[in-house]
């Protein structure tokens, strides 16, 4: 018996607009991509018409892809390449230099994944009280911040508390750091969006909370995120493809002469596999007839009514966190403050 697979019941789980894409060309959307060493960089501009075709607002998205943070001197190159990026969407959207900023650190410090936010904040170089109480040099603009802990502690819809915040203090422009969510194992703590579109906090993991943007409180809106959380079914669905490159990899490449001399495994993933069709169905049988949406929506429909698609982060995210947010937030500083070279 036929079973037919609706893949409107499958909302795929993900915050970035490079995965809402895909590799297609789509009316509506410009894409740009440049490269520095082994960081990625792609600009990306939807209109109204690619609106409508991938669901994500009208404006821009800057993608940093990155494979290492845990050396300094990458690390450092991933946070030049960042500022450098963020003040160039400050002049894009005609932010200017004296403009007063307030950064929102979003999501929870007790969850090390969605802690991303508030661990930034404190990196984060405040002036606003130096304002207040005498001259600051120039090369410096005034910054507030704040991390609002999440609506499940206070009681307060997050958008409504920094529209509360603005009305009291002078604002120019709203920056938000949020965790995100990927339907990519290779992308997790290792990629950074930007965007001038505002955020959903929460979206990623199907909890949606009120948007923050300049729709909803009135002020330019930078939102800045990294996803740090992917959902079983991208897992397993994942490594059903690692195995198709795995396996046509090794059969394309076992009678090789030069891969006698190779020490230790070979990434498949950085080779140009083209997977074997035939192959796919001879280890998988039906499974391997499926394309990646429809393995998707099987294994959704396996393991949500158990309760076992789950929301999984690496074990080293303790780490990395530490790292992202100092990439974001002493990034940001050196963004937002001329006289900020090196913290």
């Known amino acids: 018996m036929e079973h037919d697979i609706d893949l409107s019941k499958y909302q795929l789980r993900t915050d970035l607009a490079i995965e809402a894409i895909g590799e297609d060309k789509i009316e509506g959307i410009s894409c740009e991509e440049e490269k520095y060493d082994d960081i990625k960089i792609t600009n990306v501009y939807v209109d109204e018409i690619g609106s409508k075709k991938i669901g994500k607002k009208i404006g821009d998205y800057i993608t940093i892809e990155f494979t290492d943070i845990t050396d300094y001197n990458r690390k450092e190159k991933v946070k030049d390449i960042f500022s450098l990026e963020l003040k160039k969407l400050l002049k894009k959207i005609s932010i200017n230099d004296d403009a007063s900023c307030l950064i929102i650190g979003l999501g929870n410090d007790k969850s090390t994944p969605d802690a991303l936010g508030p661990l930034t904040i404190s990196n984060i170089l405040v002036t606003n009280h130096l304002f207040l109480y005498g001259n600051v040099e120039d090369g410096f603009r005034k910054v507030s911040a704040i991390s609002p802990g999440v609506m499940g502690t206070t009681g307060i819809e997050t958008s409504d508390l920094i529209t509360s915040i603005i009305n009291s203090l002078t604002v120019d422009f709203v920056i938000v750091i949020d965790a995100l969510a990927s339907q ?3 992308r997790v703590n290792r990629t950074i969006q930007m965007t001038d579109t505002g955020i959903h906090p929460g979206s990623g993991i199907g909890n949606k909370r009120k948007e923050i943007s300049k729709d909803t409180i009135g002020k330019p809106v930078i939102a800045i995120g990294v996803p740090t959380v992917v959902d079983a079914v991208t897992i397993v669905s994942d490594t059903i493809n690692y195995m198709y490159k795995h396996f046509s990899y090794t059969k394309d490449t076992i009678n090789k002469p ?3 001399l190779t020490v230790g495994n070979v990434n498949y993933l950085k080779k140009d596999v ?3 069709e035939e192959l796919k169905h001879k280890l998988f ?15 959704f429909e396996v393991l949500t009514p158990i309760g076992y698609n789950l929301m999984v982060t690496p074990k080293e995210v303790d780490f990395e966190m530490e790292k992202l947010s100092d990439i974001i937030g002493n990034g940001i500083n050196r963004a937002l403050h001329k006289n900020v070279n090196n913290l």
């Open 184 to 186: 990519s194992i290779e």
């Open 258 to 260: 030069s891969n006698r």
């Open 274 to 276: 083209i997977v074997d």
């Open 285 to 299: 049988g039906m499974i391997g007839s499926l394309n990646d949406d429809e393995v998707k929506q099987l294994i």
